[in-house]
Every structure is written in C-alpha cells, then in structure tokens.
C-alpha cells in the first residue's frame, strides 16, 4: 500500500526526531492503513511515557500479493522505497532510524535488516523468524547472522507461542554472537505466546534499549 501512517512525537530533545518505522504482522495486510492507528498509537504512547524525546513513527502496510499465496509478505526492496521516500519528504536524524516489527513483521524486520543493515541505529523483531515465511528457515542463517553482527539487535519472543516458536528467534541470536557480536540481545517472556507483542511495546526496557542506540 503507498500510504503509510506518520504520527509524530513532539517531546523536548535532540532538534532532529528519530525515526521508528514499525512492520505489522500477517493481520494487517490489506489496502486500508487506518487499521493499523492503534498498533501505531501504542508506540507513540510509548515514546511518550518514557519520555524518549522527539521521534517519528511510521507504519506502512503490506497489501495483498501474488506472493505467499496472496497473503502478501514484507520485500526489503519495497522498504527501501519508503525509506527514500521518507527521507525527501521528512525531517529525521539519519543516526537515529529504528527498525522493529511484529510477527511476519519480525521477519520483515530480519530480511531487512540484513538488505540494509547501513540504515538502522537498531534492529527489534519480535516474534519473528528467520526465513522467507513462517514455515522456513532459511540456509543462509550464518550470512544473515555474520551481517547483522554489526548492528545492535534485540529480539523478543513467548515461551509458549506454538506459531512461530521463540526457538526460531534463539537460533538467529545465537549465530549472530558467534559471528562475533557483542551487540545482539534476546528476552523470551516466559508467559507470553504469539501475542508477546503487547508486552514488548508497553515494557521500558524496550524504548530505553531502542532510544540508547545511535549509529556512527
């Protein structure tokens, strides 16, 4: 979908606002982005309680394709256009762009990452995997996990979410460290399942982590 949803928080801080673009699970897609306000206004809320400064959050939406059997799924290429597009016609801090997502978001947030590692201060994919979809993981787990060493990353998942186990979620953390980061995090919320991301994007330790990240 070309539109997208910008709110923006307009809390005292650095003269540039950050910039946190948030990628919607499998429930999202469709071709009307005003269904995503309250996924969106629950980040700004974050922001806004934790008193992260001035950030703008953007929430495009996946509509429906061909691809995943027409269930439509995040391409890294198309993320890139928006990022382009958003830099022409928004005023953020380039250091400060923050990449997080949710469920077929979280991969979103993984292939992402990985594409167009340059572009994020950090990476938080939550209840993601690692693959193309939900059911794969993907052979080049050490490629991705050797890239996204260079970026911080926090990853978040539900002990008991039997859709996308927090197993899947492990394993990207774990190859990423033992390529040698010291920069990738994981929390697995022990009475949390698929819907962990409630918890996530209410929790403090998700904004101080994000908003203590800057790119060089």
């Given at each position: 979908n070309p539109e997208y949803l910008l709110?923006?928080?307009?809390?005292?801080?650095?003269?540039k606002p950050g910039l946190l673009i948030y990628l919607h699970g499998a429930g999202g897609v469709a071709d009307d982005v005003l269904r995503l306000q309250g996924q969106a206004r629950a980040l700004l809320e974050g922001i806004n309680r934790f008193e992260k400064g001035r950030c703008h959050v953007v929430v495009p939406q996946c509509s429906r394709t061909r691809k995943a059997g027409g269930r439509g799924t995040w391409e890294a290429s198309d993320l890139d256009l928006l990022l382009k597009g958003l830099s022409s016609s928004l005023n953020f801090n380039s250091k400060r762009i923050y990449l997080t997502g949710n469920s077929m978001?979280?991969?979103?947030?993984?292939?992402?990452?990985?594409?167009?590692?340059?572009?994020f201060a950090a990476i938080a994919p939550v209840v993601g995997g690692i693959g193309g979809m939900i059911e794969d993981v993907t052979p080049d787990l050490h490629q991705?996990?050797?890239?996204?060493?260079?970026?911080?990353?926090?990853?978040?998942?539900?002990?008991?979410?039997?859709?996308?186990?927090?197993?899947r979620s492990e394993r990207m953390v774990n190859a990423i460290r033992k390529a040698g980061s010291k920069l990738a995090k994981i929390k697995v919320y022990q009475?949390?399942?698929?819907?962990?991301?409630?918890?996530?994007?209410?929790?403090?330790?998700?904004?101080?982590?994000?908003?203590?990240?800057?790119?060089?």
């Open positions: 709110f923006s928080a307009k809390n005292k801080g650095d003269k978001g979280g991969y979103g947030s993984w292939k992402w990452g990985v594409k167009s590692l340059q572009l991705w996990a050797a890239k996204l060493a260079k970026v911080p990353v926090y990853a978040f998942a539900g002990a008991n979410d039997r859709l996308v186990p927090a197993e009475d949390q399942g698929h819907n962990a991301r409630q918890v996530v994007y209410s929790s403090k330790e998700f904004y101080d982590w994000m908003f203590a990240q800057k790119s060089k």
